[in-house]
């Protein structure tokens, strides 16, 4: 794996080695194999991460269907 792959990942969040003292619970976790077979994980705390609810889309989508319906 390239070193610009790895801070790109850094830069939003990810971390090479969990926190001293920390849950496990509070950070995913993402593996990552390299070309030689070498395999990194890397961990970014749960909270960074944008929880993403596309009801409103979904909503939005429904009603340009139901108005193309009464054309």
């Known amino acids: 794996m390239s070193k610009e792959k790895i801070s790109y990942l850094?830069?939003?969040g990810y971390h090479k080695r969990l926190p001293k003292?920390?849950?496990?619970?509070?950070?995913?976790?993402?593996?990552?194999?390299?070309?030689?077979?070498?395999?990194?994980?890397?961990?970014?705390?749960s909270s960074l991460t944008d929880k993403f609810d596309d009801t409103k889309n979904f909503?939005?989508?429904?009603?340009?269907?139901?108005?193309?319906?009464?054309?």
């Open 21 to 45: 003292n920390a849950d496990i619970n509070n950070y995913e976790s993402l593996i990552m194999t390299q070309k030689d077979g070498k395999k990194i994980t890397l961990y970014r705390l």
């Open 10 to 12: 850094e830069k939003i």
């Open 59 to 71: 909503s939005n989508s429904w009603d340009i269907f139901n108005s193309c319906l009464d054309q």
